[in-house]
């Protein structure tokens, strides 16, 4: 195993316990509450887009609070945009005056975050955006990523790109030298020829290493939400990240390596449609869809980062707030199913799915199961039944159906030898 996987595997170890966290996209974008591709999408001239910079008074900003929601969610990490593509800064950077501290608000939001989750015994970690709108040597590539850059003095001026990446190398390092202990570094994201040592990477990479060598990064300095880069690699490049990050979607087959190992990967997903909060997407998905995508990860030895979009006004949606927790009370009784499991030996059964922790092996039935589910199958692995929520006994003998358990019943085995409790959720 090359060192880096090794390496990769011992700062993990964490990651792959809590399975859980919240994904926090908030910034001058939550005023036109359209999302945060905003100003690319509609065009918005710089000026316009000033007005939001001028006006951004978060007056409800309250991270503890933010803190309490997640950690009632039972999500045990949190990440938060520091920057995302309009350059925003949400921290005191001494390298723009485009950030919070020069807002209305006056406020270092990211110290404020990182100290109310760290308060609340979340692990932290912080997004910075590769790309940057904003910022006089960013090259415009075409109107998707710099529509307003009227003229084309910018555009492909490749030479001047060292500059930025000067002033982005110099941020993240006033992150990771100025605001504690971070968990995670999130970045975001390669595309085209955008990659790897076009961000001066490995350099990067060696900062980070040698700034925090704790930290945990994601795999977007070689890709993006759809593509993986090296960390696929047996032979991985040394920033190639310490996880793969699919978005909006959870890989059918979990995420392998190029010889079939596991290896570490968190889907980000939204609650919505939108990362930035966008005050018309009132599509949310059902507390039942987002623990069963949890349910999915795990069994697939993946993580969940599931986003909330905050308002102009600091304030996480009350959508959001009800999902996290219903979502959290169902963590409350089968948490032992989640947090420290991974995938199962056996195979997915077709009533449900698996998730496993070292020789306990939980299963859960989804309602979608038609009939009487048998689980006779199993009487030959699993010595007994009981219910996690409450310890009441199950017989294996008697066919289960979800009528005894209405919504989503699930049920969590452990094998004989550890046969202690099992569970269906009585929800
Ligand atoms: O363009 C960003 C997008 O705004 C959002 O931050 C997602 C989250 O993973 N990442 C990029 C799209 O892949």
Redesign the pocket.
Known sequence: MSSIIEERTKRTRWFLHDRFGM?I?WGLYAIPAR???VRSVEKIPVEQYQTYFEEFNPTNYDPRAWAKIAKQAGMKYAVL?AK??DGFCLFDSKLTDYKSTNTKSGCDLVREFLDAFREEGLKVGL?Y?L?DWLHEDYPAYGDRIHPMREDDRYRRDESRFSNYLEYMHGQVRELLTGYGKLDIM?F??SYGEMKGEKWRAAELMSMIRGLQPHIIVDN?FEA???EGGSIFSKNPTPYSGDFA?P?QIIPPGGVMDEDGNSIPWEA?ITLNNN??YSSSDRVYKSAKTVIRKLVECVSKNGNLLL?VGPNAKGEIPQESVRILEEVGAWLDRNGDSIYGCGQADLPKPEWGRYTQQGSRLFAHLFEECVGPVNLQGLAGKVKKARLVSDGSELFLSRPWNTAQYPNDAFFNFAKPEHATYLLPDER
């Open positions: 994904f996209h999302g945060e591709w945009t995302h593509h997004y955006s790309i999130w975001d994201f977007r993006s939400g759809e990050s978005e980000c990362w930035g986003n």
